[in-house]
């Protein structure tokens, strides 16, 4: 049985942000994030040049915002993503609720539907639909290998484990950029730092390696901006 999520606290979770060059965005999502989400807080890391001194007070200005340092401009996806988990984990939240700055958020969003699967799935990482504006979803992927190649088949499962009791959450490969994970799942398994972009589907398969256990809730959704 999954444990209670006590309402108006963090519950060990933190949001990580990584963004670059999109100060209007991430404070969208800082915004959008923390109306749906008040007790938790929002680490992001911005290793654009693009950021001005007004859009810096405005993030800041938000409680609970937490900026990452880079060490840098244009450190990189992968490297910028490990630095947030790093963040995370020495501040002591169990868990990471990974997204892009252009996924938004309402105030529908049901962290308790991850939050169960994780538990019940016994899982390592669980994602969810990602949809864009003109209406298309994106889900999760199977990753297989033969003959020395690999195949990434879109909204297929190659494990015959059955769905988590609550909320029909499916094993699987992949699932997109935006999920939640235990905090140390990611940093024993973490982004390849040489990586600055395409960095995604190196993760999995390295999470794959690892023995990282991934699924997928189809009954939540979250829209890309």
Request: include cysteine; proline fraction near 5%.
């Amino acid at each position: 049985m999954a444990p209670r999520l006590e309402p108006g606290k963090h519950n060990g979770v933190a949001v990580a942000v990584k963004t670059f060059n999109r100060p209007d965005c991430i404070l969208r999502s800082v915004e959008r994030w923390q109306r749906a989400l008040p007790s938790v807080p929002f680490y992001y890391l911005d290793d654009g040049t693009e950021s001005t001194e007004a859009s810096r007070a405005a993030l800041a200005a938000h409680p609970g915002a937490v900026r990452v340092e880079a060490g840098g401009v244009d450190v990189g996806t992968a490297h910028g993503r490990n630095l947030l988990v790093d963040a995370v984990a020495r501040d002591g939240f169990a868990f990471t609720l990974m997204a892009d700055e252009d996924f938004m958020v309402d105030d529908s969003f049901d962290l308790s539907v991850l939050w169960t699967a994780l538990h019940e799935g016994d899982a390592d990482i669980v994602g969810l639909n990602r949809c864009e504006t003109y209406g298309q979803c994106r889900g999760h992927h199977a990753l297989l290998r033969a003959e020395g190649r690999l195949y990434v088949v879109p909204n297929a499962s190659r494990w015959a484990e059955p769905p988590t009791p609550s909320g029909g959450c499916v094993r699987t490969d992949l699932v997109q950029q935006i999920f939640l994970a235990r905090t140390q799942a990611l940093v024993h398994s973490p982004w390849d730092d040489r990586l600055k972009n395409n960095d995604h589907y190196d993760m999995f398969l390295s999470a794959q390696a690892h023995g990282l256990r991934v699924f997928y809730c189809p009954g939540l959704r979250v829209r890309h901006e």
